[in-house]
């Protein structure tokens, strides 16, 4: 069976804080992808990151960073120096490799960032 | 480039009503999939369809229905609706292969 799972259902930090959204999956496949969405509170779905099975180097884009793992299926994704405008719903995603329009998406983790 | 466009945003149904959830993307793009949000639940698939005239069920179809006619539009039915179905749908599609899916805004839909 393919899964997502992430643990934490809901965050909350202080602006400024570093904070990791963990992400575990669980596929047959040697080959697949995963990603990560940002769902702000006004609903919209942004796609942040794709990482493919075979790519195990992490990624930094600003104050955002992810940590890809194969040997523990893990797939974390940091914020540092959290800001206010960070607070939304992230979702980690599986997608099974060449079946397009299919993702396989984790419960999701509320993150909250005050001031 | 509006990208994924759905309509209406919000909708309330009587049990036992039918409508259509409305879906069209300008990206021409072969992949096209409905999902639908429950709090603590993440997204699930509903049906996707990987090009005009072909369709399949995801994970969680009962209740629905799809067909793809064109490219563009990739329209959701719900014959008979039930409470259960009280949720928010999200229309998407992608370019096929790996690439990522381009969401539409949303559906919120409340069956009383």
């Known amino acids: 069976a393919q899964k997502v799972t992430q643990a934490q259902t809901e965050i909350s930090v202080v602006e400024k804080e570093d904070v990791t959204l963990d992400c575990v999956y669980e596929t047959r496949d040697t080959t697949y992808y995963l990603f990560w969405y940002k769902q702000p509170p006004s609903g919209e779905l942004v796609f942040l990151i794709r990482r493919n099975s075979f790519d195990e180097q992490n990624e930094i884009s600003g104050r955002y960073s992810w940590n890809f793992q194969k040997s523990t299926s893990s797939f974390n994704f940091t914020i540092t120096a959290s800001q206010v405008v960070d607070s939304a719903v992230y979702f980690c995603?599986?997608?099974?490799?060449?079946?397009?329009?299919?993702?396989?998406f984790g419960q999701g983790t509320e993150l909250s960032v005050k001031p | 480039n509006a990208g994924v466009t759905q309509t209406p945003k919000f909708q309330v149904l009587k049990t036992g009503q039918s409508m259509t959830l409305q879906c069209a993307q300008d990206m021409n793009h072969e992949y096209m999939s409905w999902y639908r949000q429950d709090p603590g639940m993440g997204l699930r698939l509903i049906h996707y369809s990987v090009g005009a005239g072909i369709t399949d069920q995801g994970e969680v179809p009962n209740g629905y229905n799809v067909s793809r006619s064109t490219t563009e539009d990739f329209p959701l039915r719900l014959l008979s609706a039930a409470p259960s179905q009280t949720s928010v749908y999200f229309c998407a599609s992608s370019a096929g292969g790996n690439s990522p899916l381009h969401f539409g805004n949303g559906t919120r839909l409340t069956v009383t």
């Open positions: 995603a599986l997608h099974p490799y060449n079946q397009g329009g299919k993702l396989i």
